[in-house]
């Protein structure tokens, strides 16, 4: 039954591969395309649209704007989320079932409806659309993920290590700061990374809360109207999905580690 299934499995898994990659592949080569003109063949090699890129303060001060409210969000939603966390993994309290729903749902609700009821929200109490809503909006899409990297963490270390510290005379804040913190640390630290990815990716919530301080994939999306910028539109998106990948990669190797 292995053997048979094998040739189909390594289809399939080619399959995806090259749905996932190929299109990141044609992307890097229309980004070191001479000709701005976004068809084959090609009409030279060049990294002028890299240089460019880096030549330009908007794109510079957007890419401030993603790096300030992914690092402002993700810190936020670690902390949060370990404090979720550790409520779910530890404790039995009557809301509990409750609780995990309400952490786990912005997963399930789409970041457009998330992103138009928190606008709303933001004008109904008068608050003027900034950096700032983005940060709130992008804590709570990442808060989610945060919540389930830990607690996976949390349910593959014995309790008993906390029961042991604190029969030793250790009150329960030394024990979560001298026990359980340093051994869930890189639990915490693939968290936050998942958590600033998944801020500087986004796009829905950032459209509307942003105000007029654009983030780095809605400035992209701005100048895609204009073909003589594409290339250079190209170049940044290759950045993006590579810094992106660096990120998840790096996160996964933490985590795996810890």
């Known amino acids: 039954m292995t053997t048979r299934s094998s040739p189909l499995l390594f289809s399939y898994y080619f399959g995806v591969v090259i749905l996932l990659y190929l299109p990141i592949a044609i992307l890097f080569i ?13 009409q030279g090699l060049t990294l002028d649209w ?31 989320g370990t404090l979720v966390a550790l ?38 109490a008068g608050i003027t659309l900034s950096l700032w809503t983005v940060g709130v909006g992008h804590t ?8 389930l990297i830990v607690v996976a963490r949390l349910a593959g270390f014995d309790p008993f290590l906390e029961e042991a510290a604190m029969d030793l005379g250790a009150d329960y804040p030394t024990t979560l700061r001298r026990i359980v913190l340093p051994i869930i640390a890189p639990a915490m630290v693939s968290a936050w990374l998942t958590a600033f990815t998944v801020s500087f990716d986004e796009f829905a919530l950032a459209l509307f809360l942003a105000g007029t301080e654009p983030t780095f994939p809605v400035y ?8 003589n910028r594409l290339p250079i ?10 810094g992106t990948l660096t990120l998840v990669f790096i996160g996964e190797r933490i985590r795996r580690a810890g």
């Open 30 to 42: 229309f980004s070191i395309n001479a000709n701005t003109s976004l068809s084959f063949p090609l």
């Open 50 to 80: 890299y240089q460019k890129l880096f030549d330009s303060e908007a794109i510079l001060r957007s890419a401030r704007n993603s790096l300030i409210v992914a690092a402002g969000s993700s810190t936020v939603a670690t902390t949060l």
């Open 87 to 124: 409520l779910i993994a530890r404790y039995q309290f009557r809301s509990k079932t409750l609780l995990v729903a309400l952490a786990v749902l912005p997963l399930i609700v789409p970041f457009v409806v998330l992103a138009v009821a928190l606008f709303l929200l933001f004008r109904a």
């Open 140 to 147: 709570v899409v990442a808060l989610p993920y945060t919540v």
């Open 220 to 227: 992209l999306f701005s100048q895609l109207r204009f073909a």
């Open 233 to 242: 539109m190209i170049a940044l998106a290759v950045l993006l999905m590579i």
